[in-house]
């Protein structure tokens, strides 16, 4: 089951990212859609500098080198963070060779609809859609809801 919940700000977005870092595991895959501009690498940033991302570290988009890592320590899980938008073929999306790294990080994949058949069926699926400006709608799973009810923890 999916959820919603309006990010009314990127500050908002960025503070998401952070409390994802409290329910993230060792190979999760979190396939993040959404337009361009719609916050998906905001969010990976929070979730970053929750991982233990020194604040002043920058966080690129990776846009155009594909595939950025993030080692752990100092992250409390290694991340890869990735982004197919400009990759359109399977061959292409191949030889990035993301099966071997799933397991050894927490994978953030911008545009995973860019993978089709192989996103792998596991993956957690979010989404952020563009309300005006400064509002985003996020669609996030069952999984994660504690985050927002701050109830149960995953
Ligand atoms: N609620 C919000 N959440 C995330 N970003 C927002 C929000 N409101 C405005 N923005 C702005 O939208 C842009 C999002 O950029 P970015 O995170 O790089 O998007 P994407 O990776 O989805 O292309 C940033 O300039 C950010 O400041
Ligand atoms: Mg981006």
Redesign the pocket.
Same mark, same amino acid.
């Given at each position: 089951m999916m959820h919603e919940h309006i990010?009314?700000? $990127?500050e908002? !977005?960025l503070d998401y990212g952070r409390a994802l870092a409290g329910a993230v595991r060792q190979g999760d895959i979190i396939a993040l859609s959404?337009?361009?501009?719609?916050?998906? $690498?905001?969010? !990976?940033?929070g979730l970053l500098h929750g991982l233990g991302l020194p604040e002043g570290c920058d966080v690129p988009?990776p846009s155009y080198t594909l595939m950025q890592y993030y080692e752990a320590p100092p992250l409390r899980l290694a991340v890869w963070h990735i982004d197919l938008y400009r990759l359109s073929n399977e061959a292409d999306i191949l030889g990035l060779g993301l099966d071997d790294i799933y397991d050894e990080s927490v994978s953030v994949i911008?545009w995973p609809e860019r993978m089709g058949f192989l996103l792998p069926k596991g993956a957690f699926e979010f989404s952020?859609d563009i309300i005006s400006?400064?509002?985003?709608l996020l669609r996030y799973p069952d999984a994660f809801h504690a985050l927002i009810t701050d109830k149960v923890a995953r």
């Open positions: 990010l009314q700000s $990127t908002a !977005t959404g337009n361009l501009a719609a916050g998906k $690498t905001t969010l !990976t940033r988009s911008e952020l400006d400064d509002r985003r």
